[in-house]
C-alpha cells in the first residue's frame, strides 16, 4: 500500500521556520519525483516545491524561491521542505505527492495534508 505521511506542520508567527517531513512507503522510494503542494482557504492547490530523487534536481514556485528548500533522504525514504521565513500567506494545508517518474510533471499519488499557520 502506498503511503506519503506529512507531518511537521503547526503554528508560528510570521519570519519563523518550520521543517515538513514526508515519509514514503510502499512503492521504490528512488523511481519516483517527491513533492510539495499547499492549498490555502478558499484558493486552488499550487506547487511549491519538487525533488527527483534520482539526480536531485529541484524545483521551486517564485513565491517561495529563497525561503524554503526541499531535500531527500533516500535512505530513510523521506523528503523535506525546510520553510524559512514564513509570512501569513504561506498559511496553507500543505501535502506531499509522488510523482509518476522521476521528473516533476504529473503527481500519482498523494499524502494527507499538515496545517501550516502562520500569524502575523
Known amino acids: 500500500e502506498v503511503q506519503l505521511q506529512a507531518c511537521g506542520g503547526g503554528l508560528v508567527q510570521a519570519g519563523g521556520c518550520l521543517r515538513l517531513?514526508?515519509?514514503?512507503?510502499?512503492?521504490?522510494?528512488?523511481?519516483?519525483?517527491i513533492g510539495w503542494f499547499r492549498q490555502a482557504p478558499g484558493k486552488e492547490r499550487e506547487g511549491v516545491s519538487c525533488i527527483s530523487s534520482s539526480d536531485g534536481s529541484t524545483y521551486y514556485a517564485d513565491s517561495v524561491k529563497g525561503r524554503f528548500t526541499i531535500s531527500s533522504d533516500n535512505a530513510k525514504n523521506t523528503v523535506y521542505l525546510q520553510m524559512n521565513s514564513l509570512k501569513p500567506e504561506d498559511t496553507a494545508v500543505y501535502y506531499c505527492?509522488?510523482?509518476?517518474?522521476?521528473?516533476?510533471?504529473?503527481?500519482?499519488?498523494w499524502g494527507q495534508g499538515t496545517q501550516v499557520t502562520v500569524s502575523s
Open positions: 517531513a514526508c515519509a514514503a512507503s510502499g512503492f521504490t522510494f528512488d523511481d519516483y519525483a
Open positions: 505527492a509522488a510523482y509518476v517518474d522521476t521528473t516533476c510533471s504529473t503527481v500519482h499519488y
